[in-house]
T-cell receptor, first 112, second 112 residues
Framework: GQQLNQSPQSMFIQEGEDVSMNCTSS?????WLWYKQEPGEGPVLLIA?????ELTSNGRLTAQFGITRKDSFLNISASIPSDVGIYFC????????????FGKGTLLTVNP | DGGITQSPKYLFRKEGQNVTLSCEQN?????MYWYRQDPGQGLRLIYY???????QKGDIAEGYSVSREKKESFPLTVTSAQKNPTAFYLC???????????FGPGTRLTVT
């Protein structure tokens, strides 16, 4: 079955630093999604990517859909304490395929 | 406000009892999903429903049951047959299957 490798597993950074995380897949996806989850809450959709090579921003967040369609990257610029949480990538094969395949998440800690 | 609600936030049950988790959405989405999240794990799909009166098993359906009698509602029953029911349960919906999914706030179930 499809597998997603998300890295790094965790990051400890200082406020103001930039952050990068990525997901790679053994299969091609037609859609890449990035979610943020805070403790005890449900994941919140941050960015959705639909085309290979697409680069999309949402405030300080920027995500890219890899050219090979097997990877995606999320960057956070000028991190702030409220960026703390677990970031998940998810890939979808598209069409009527229901299934989202999730990465295991990157735990981000920001030291003020 | 449009969104997905799950209740209760925390649920405690004795082993051997069935328990039903509620999920309601007012987004007019056709598709709804149930996921299970365990510490350090990605989300795993339990059941999904593409449309009213239809539902399909996901990757880990054993010990769970669902119904979809109304578009807005997709309750999940955790039966006594589920070997390790203690987990964080997340409900999601999407306009249709294959579209980006939006999550509810989750229900933490503890079975002792």
């Amino acid at each position: 079955g499809q597998q997603l490798n998300q890295s790094p597993q965790s990051m400890f950074i200082q406020e103001g630093e930039d952050v990068s995380m990525n997901c790679t897949s053994s299969s091609i996806f037609n859609t890449w999604l990035w979610y943020k989850q805070e403790p005890g809450e449900g994941p919140v959709l941050l960015i959705a990517l639909y085309k290979a090579g697409e680069l999309t921003s949402n405030g300080r967040l920027t995500a890219q859909f890899g050219i090979t369609r097997k990877d995606s990257f999320l960057n956070i610029s000028a991190s702030i304490p409220s960026d703390v949480g677990i970031y998940f990538c998810a890939g979808q094969s598209g069409g009527s395929n229901y299934k989202l395949t999730f990465g295991k998440g990157t735990l981000l800690t920001v030291n003020p | 406000d449009g969104g997905i609600t799950q209740s209760p936030k925390y649920l405690f049950r004795k082993e051997g009892q069935n328990v039903t988790l509620s999920c309601e959405q007012n987004l007019n989405h056709d598709a709804m999903y149930w996921y299970r999240q365990d510490p350090g794990q990605g989300l795993r799909l339990i059941y999904y429903s593409q449309i009213v009166n239809d539902f399909q098993k996901g990757d880990i359906a054993e010990g769970y049951s669902v119904s979809r009698e109304k578009k807005e509602s997709f309750p999940l029953t955790v039966t006594s047959a589920q070997k390790n029911p203690t987990a964080f349960y997340l409900c999601a919906s999407s306009l249709k299957t294959g579209y980006e999914q939006y999550f509810g706030p989750g229900t933490r179930l503890t079975v002792t």
